[in-house]
């Protein structure tokens, strides 16, 4: 097959969240399965050119209708680690992508419309005509509408479309300059609710409710999270929606790069170690005491390690760095706060326990030092309020280090409790699962971990290394989507 998958991040030339990474990682897996993979990315100005390898021109003068004019655009061609991307250039006054960020800005409705306007055009004037167009999050919820209602009848009417949703927090707002912009002009016609009205604002369109609506496949980044989606608050208002293209819409779990993230070949750690030679994860643990300045005593190490954030639960966080400390763990921490409220809050505890030889907080991110935080940790803890995916946990299983989560989107599917799951048998079990929001819950939780640290050692590190015989890489992934993208192709 021939697949083209248009997108606003692809790890690690743009990359501002999960969602660059599973770009890539999707598009490398479906090369690797024999399949014809392109991907086409807005010129950013800050992206990181240094990891683009052979940077030319590959269509000069793209003209892409805008407003009843049009707009000249450059088309770049260079290969990101082996991928083929492209890469498009507006020449305007709105300077679209020069901006010296990805997202953020006040007009972004309008800067991804005229992405998703640009990239159909790319395909129409190249004579590029892929068997599946793949598009993510509302960045792209465009295109299947632009393709559907225009493009369709200019030559493109064979081409199909899966969506995948990554964040159903942030759907792109618009008003009708959106529509007049495009060349969608029948305001009526789009605002009515079967397609782009939002189900919630009558004067407004949504892009990602456009997007599920025209696509041949939806998904979201896990099956828990597509139920949660589907049924509770988690879908941000777009359940019915859902609910009527329930036939169409699944969720498939994304999957880790296990050549970056592998304690076998890992070359950020100082030991490696595998399921069969697990004594490298003791050595990196000394390894992570030594360059945290941490007592090296006779005691368990709970990591976490991501965003402070209220989706990742940062009351949770705060309250399990010290129950770790009263418990006789050690606690490291390695995230940036998004907001100054948290971020100043962290600081203080950072100058309160930094004569704490059980602690250190490392706020900001790095990313070399996140693999030995991984190698080095005995349990990482994810108390997310929400989770579409979690990569965290995934990475944290193949390191041996046990995941202590929350149970809601991917965490329910991906880690399954030593104690308390009946689906899974007990050699198959990996973690700990809590479900409240509670002190008590995540208390609950590790206290378990701990106690079994301490009291069965043998039993603890069983529990590590079947943690790590799971495979959470992009081989089920992709043969999932492949399968995907052969359902719609004959429709």
């Known amino acids: 097959m021939y697949i083209v998958q248009i997108a606003s991040e692809c790890a690690p030339v743009i990359k501002a969240g999960g969602l660059g990474d599973v770009v ?24 990181r050119y240094d990891h683009i390898w052979g940077l030319h ?31 498009i250039e507006p020449h305007c006054e709105d300077n679209f992508f020069n901006r010296g960020c990805y997202y953020g800005c006040s007009d972004d409705n309008m800067r991804f419309a005229f992405f998703s306007k640009a990239a159909l ?51 792109g707002m618009a008003g ?21 009205r939002d189900n919630f604002n009558p004067f407004a ?45 699944t969720g498939v779990l994304n999957g880790i790069d296990y050549d970056f993230w592998n304690p076998e070949v890992d070359r950020y750690i100082p030991y490696h170690y595998s399921i069969d030679d697990f ?63 948290i971020n100043d809050h962290f600081w203080h505890e950072k ?33 997310s309020n929400y989770e579409p995916c979690g990569l965290t946990q995934m990475i944290g299983l193949k390191y041996g280090t ?5 149970g809601v989107g991917g965490l329910v599917n991906t880690v399954f409790d030593r104690d308390y799951d009946q689906n899974k048998p007990p050699e198959k079990r990996n973690g700990y699962v809590f479900y409240e929001t509670d002190h008590d819950a995540v208390e609950s939780a590790m206290n378990r971990a701990i106690d079994l640290w301490y009291e069965s050692p043998k039993e603890f590190r069983e529990l590590a290394i079947q943690g790590m015989e799971y495979d959470y890489s992009w081989n089920y992934p992709g043969k999932n989507y492949v399968e995907i993208y052969e359902s719609i192709r004959h429709k």
């Open 279 to 341: 004594e490298g994860k003791q050595q990196a643990k000394k390894a992570l005491r030594s360059q945290l300045l941490l007592q090296d005593e006779d005691k368990p190490i709970i990591a976490y390690i991501g965003r402070l954030d209220q989706q990742k639960g940062v009351h949770l966080v705060h309250h399990a760095m010290y129950y770790a400390l009263s418990k006789g763990a050690q606690f490291v921490l390695l995230g940036s706060a998004t907001e100054p409220a």
């Open 121 to 171: 055009e790319f395909l129409l004037r190249s004579n590029k005509r892929p068997d599946v167009i793949h598009c993510h999050d509302w960045q792209t919820g465009l295109i299947p509408v632009l393709l559907y209602e225009i493009y369709k009848y200019n030559g493109m009417w064979n081409q199909r479309v899966c969506y995948t949703i990554h964040n159903f927090k942030h759907q």
């Open 57 to 87: 021109d590959a269509y000069k003068d793209l003209f892409v209708p805008w407003y009843g004019g049009a707009v000249h655009c450059s088309v770049y061609c260079g290969w990101v680690h082996g991928r083929v991307c492209f890469f």
């Open 205 to 249: 369109i949504n892009l990602m409710k456009g997007g599920i609506v025209y696509s041949n496949a939806v998904t979201t980044v896990s099956p828990h999270h597509a139920w949660e989606a589907h049924y509770t608050e988690v879908g941000s208002g777009l359940g019915h929606t859902l609910h009527l293209h329930q036939d169409k819409f």
């Open 351 to 383: 100058q309160f326990l930094n004569d704490n030889p059980d602690c250190h907080l490392e706020l900001g991110f790095n990313e070399e030092l996140s693999h030995l935080i991984y190698a080095g940790s005995d349990m990482i803890l994810v108390p």
């Open 24 to 47: 890539y990682g999707l598009s490398r897996e479906l090369e690797n399965r024999g399949h014809t993979v392109e991907l086409i990315l807005p010129k950013y100005d800050c992206m």
């Open 402 to 406: 046990v995941p202590i989560v929350r």
């Open 176 to 196: 009708s300059e959106v529509l007049q912009a495009t060349g969608l002009n029948q305001d009526a016609y789009y605002f009515q609710y079967d397609r782009l």
